[in-house]
């Protein structure tokens, strides 16, 4: 499957977003801060970042950061709010809610095979 890079504060549930994904057959990394998220996108192959939108409003531009230090992987946007309250949300490739596990693994799939394909925003980026 594929290797996905959570960012999280880990205050609602990260460990199950993490668990969730390694159920489906990926291979996880985790950051709670931007430094520990650009080590890891900047050591590993990954095809997707899954970043919550919450850390995002918390650590400002780190999305943007993301972009520019790996602009070819899909950035998906992930809150457990109602509905998503970030303001960057335009940098996203894809939004999910937490707790929503089917649709989060979903997605996922589906922005991965569309950045493989070139039919991802971050491909073109």
């Given amino acids: 499957m594929a290797t996905i890079l959570c960012i999280d504060d880990g205050t609602y549930g ?3 977003t993490v668990e969730i994904l390694q159920m489906t057959g990926h291979r996880v990394f985790m950051a709670d801060n931007p430094q ?3 080590q890891v996108l900047l050591d590993h192959p990954l095809d997707a970042v899954l970043l919550d939108c919450h850390e ?5 531009g780190m999305a943007s950061a993301l972009r520019l230090a790996r602009p070819e992987i899909p950035l998906v946007m992930t809150s457990a709010y109602c509905s998503l309250p970030c ?3 335009h940098e996203a490739d894809a939004c999910v ?3 929503d596990s089917a649709t989060m693994v979903q997605t996922i799939s589906t922005i991965i095979t569309a ?5 991802c925003r971050s491909v073109a980026a």
């Fill in 36 to 38: 520990a998220a650009l």
């Fill in 56 to 60: 995002l409003e918390q650590h400002s």
């Fill in 115 to 119: 950045s493989r394909f070139g039919l």
């Fill in 87 to 89: 303001a960057h949300l």
């Fill in 97 to 99: 809610q937490k707790g």
């Fill in 14 to 16: 990260f460990s199950h």
